[in-house]
């Protein structure tokens, strides 16, 4: 998977279906997004959020922490353009660019992560999830709360059909990956200490620095 490709495929998917329905699917996943608040830090005061998308996952976690700075990254305007008019909280910093090449910097209390790391190779999120160990504070944590293939097979198909492309080029295709694939990725990323909550129908991975 070409990395650049793909992520060029997101961002013109989402901003394709940013005004379409994205906010009625991911509301019906609002108490997964707002569980992650529940594995912050209480004495959290810088975050990074991956993917941002719109922010509903920010909402709450403005209501519990007003304080905190949040750096929410996204590759698709669109989205940001929502998140922005939500007018959530002054202590958020939009940035539109790819996580990928985005530097992070150090000294980050946590990092977050709803329903957006499902579309990489594991290669790509290794050398992601090293940079998100990097930026953190000893003891930071990593939050992700995610949709995650059901088998090995399932993984499989997913990427299979990326790069068969088998429904058209236009086509949006996910390529989660199992749980325990994911949790290997994170351990090989230097977080000895990862915990997987199973939600009502979603999980969360927590990865402790």
């Known amino acids: 998977m070409n990395l650049v490709k793909r992520s060029n495929e997101m961002k013109d998917f989402f901003n394709k279906v940013v005004d379409i329905d ?13 569980k992650i608040v529940d594995f912050l830090p209480s004495d959290i005061e810088k975050i990074i959020d991956l993917g941002s998308g719109t922010g509903l996952q920010l909402i709450k976690l403005y209501k519990v922490y007003p304080n905190v700075k ?20 002054d202590n958020i910093t939009i940035i539109n660019k790819s996580f990928f090449e985005y530097e992070f910097g150090k000294d980050i209390d946590a990092v977050i992560s709803t329903q957006a790391l499902h579309h990489f190779e594991p290669s790509d999120k290794e ?18 709360e995610d949709y995650f293939a059901i088998d090995d097979s399932d993984e499989r198909k997913g990427f299979e059909n990326y790069r068969n492309l088998v429904k058209g080029i236009d086509s949006h295709y996910d390529t989660p990956l199992t749980i325990p694939h994911e949790i290997d990725i994170l351990k ?22």
């Open 127 to 144: 050398v992601l999830y090293k940079k998100v160990y990097d930026c953190l504070k000893e003891h930071g944590v990593f939050v992700i």
């Open 22 to 34: 994205y906010d009625d699917i991911h509301s019906k996943m609002i108490k997964a997004k707002e």
């Open 70 to 89: 949040t750096t929410a990254i996204d590759i698709s305007d669109g989205m940001l353009k929502k998140l922005y008019e939500r007018h959530i909280s």
């Open 188 to 209: 090989k990323s230097g977080f000895s200490d990862v915990e997987h909550f199973a939600g009502d129908n979603f999980n969360i991975l927590i990865s402790k620095k």
